[in-house]
């Protein structure tokens, strides 16, 4: 059996990045501290942390990290069933749930399709944002008990399930889609990229996967803004920065923000979406309060992606 205080010493110093900050956390001394995670290293005969500017788990305290926040879901549920008279001795107490996600996900579908439970269930949604081809990481790493991901495989212990596709479509404002477009509407390729292009982070890497399918063109060499803030980056669209890949959510989708166009923007490429297939990894066993929580990202995907 694992010793309680010492898991406690071992999270919070993950959680926390350091010993001085866990040491305060927990009211403790950071020699405590050390003491409890050298005790619990030596019952599990090697290391599950490595010290630096951001103490890091080994790849066996990630495991042991991935078990504890399980372990931690389960006893909530446990309690939220257990009654004494017709009190329960969880009610109103809130839970957190840590989950990764990307960030067109999180602001086009993912939480109007969570609302419902996360008050009635007294859930709390701890979110790690990343690309979508990444977020698969930080559950890997047990910072968190699921992840919307790119990546079609579970690793051992998880499930992952077909979420649906998320369609992105070449968009820029009118004055741009003048320069880039022919007599025809068709592309002129040359002039797209020595356009700007607009994207989210150094990881979106969409632009260049429209490149390469529609043009076969790898490693393009183009100018890029970098504009990592979901308003940020619609605005740079519609005031001209730059052409860019746009999300597009199906009309029977529950957010309603996805009713009104950018301004004065056009598609400059209808007929040639970059279709990205999403796929939400989860445990193979998981308590109730995480089950309501994947049963709510289920639903809301299917409302708002297309069919994978």
Not at 14 to 27: F, P, T, Y
Not at 31 to 50: D, N
Not at 108 to 114: C, D, E, M
Request: charged residues 15%; glycine residues 4%.
């Amino acid at each position: 059996m694992f010793d309680a205080k010492q898991l406690e010493a071992f999270v919070t110093v993950l959680e926390q990045g350091n010993l001085a900050a866990a040491a305060k956390s927990l009211h403790l001394t950071v020699a405590a501290i050390s003491l409890r995670l050298k005790a619990l290293e030596e019952s599990f005969g090697q290391r599950l942390w490595i010290r630096g500017k951001i103490i890091k788990a080994t790849p066996a305290g990630q495991a042991l990290m991935a078990h504890i926040r399980q372990l931690r879901i389960l006893e909530n549920d446990l309690l939220k069933q257990i009654q004494i008279g017709h009190l329960a001795i969880g009610q109103n107490q809130w839970q957190t749930l840590s989950i990764a996600c990307n960030t067109d996900s999180l602001a086009n579908w993912l939480l109007p399709g969570v609302l419902p439970i996360l008050n009635t269930h007294s859930i709390l949604l701890d979110i790690k944002i990343d690309d979508q081809n990444h977020t698969h990481d930080a559950l890997k790493n047990g910072d968190v008990i699921g992840c919307i991901s790119t990546h079609d495989m579970a690793m051992r212990g998880c499930v992952a399930e077909p979420l649906g596709v998320m369609m992105y479509q070449l968009v820029a404002h009118s004055s741009i889609a003048k320069n880039c477009l022919d007599a025809n509407e068709k592309i002129k390729i040359h002039s797209l990229l020595q356009t700007p292009a607009v994207i989210f982070n150094h990881k979106d890497a969409l632009t260049d996967l429209f490149l390469q399918q529609n043009f076969g063109i790898n490693n393009a060499n183009y100018p890029k803004h970098i504009v990592p803030s979901i308003d940020a980056f619609e605005m740079a669209i519609e005031l001209g920065m730059g052409w860019a890949m746009q999300p597009q959510i199906l009309k029977n989708s529950i957010h309603k923000k996805n009713d009104k166009p950018l301004k004065n923007t056009a598609y400059l490429a209808n007929n040639a979406p970059v279709a990205i297939p999403l796929y939400w990894h989860h445990w193979e066993k998981e308590g109730l309060t995480a089950q309501l929580l994947t049963s709510a990202i289920q639903q809301a995907a299917k409302l708002s992606l297309w069919p994978q």
